[in-house]
């Protein structure tokens, strides 16, 4: 059982940046698929980025250029840094930790609060 513990969010201006981490324990963190996703309200839950266990990477195309995904195996963590952050990109974030296979195991963090102001 992977447990995902999520800080980071917060209030920020438009242009301003904000990282956030997801520290995972309880599981052997660098073979899962890392993620983070974002619902803003009123909105169905979308993919903002993922990392695979050996490094590769997707972005959703409303992010691409300012957000990037990252994780240290070391310290069982993943990262998001956001730059250029607009009011569209206000929404409750959430990490999640999938470990492919026969019985797929999906985990998710409690999902933090990041809210851009104009």
């Known amino acids: 059982q992977v447990q995902l513990v999520e800080s980071g969010g917060g209030l920020v201006q438009t242009g301003g940046s904000l990282r956030l981490s997801c520290g995972a324990s309880?599981?052997?963190?660098?073979?899962?698929?890392a993620a983070w996703y974002r619902q803003a309200p009123g909105k169905q839950r979308e993919l903002v980025a993922s990392?695979?266990?050996?490094?590769?990477?997707n972005y959703a195309d409303s992010v691409k250029g300012r957000f990037t995904i990252s994780r240290d195996n070391a310290k069982n963590t993943f990262y998001l840094q956001m730059n250029g952050l607009t009011p569209e990109d206000t929404a409750v974030y959430s990490c999640?930790?999938?470990?492919?296979?026969?019985?797929?195991?999906?985990?998710w963090g409690q999902g933090t609060q990041v809210t851009v102001s104009s």
């Open positions: 990392i695979s266990s050996g490094g590769s990477t």
């Open positions: 309880g599981g052997t963190f660098s073979i899962y698929v």
């Open positions: 999640n930790a999938l470990k492919s296979g026969l019985v797929p195991l999906m985990y």
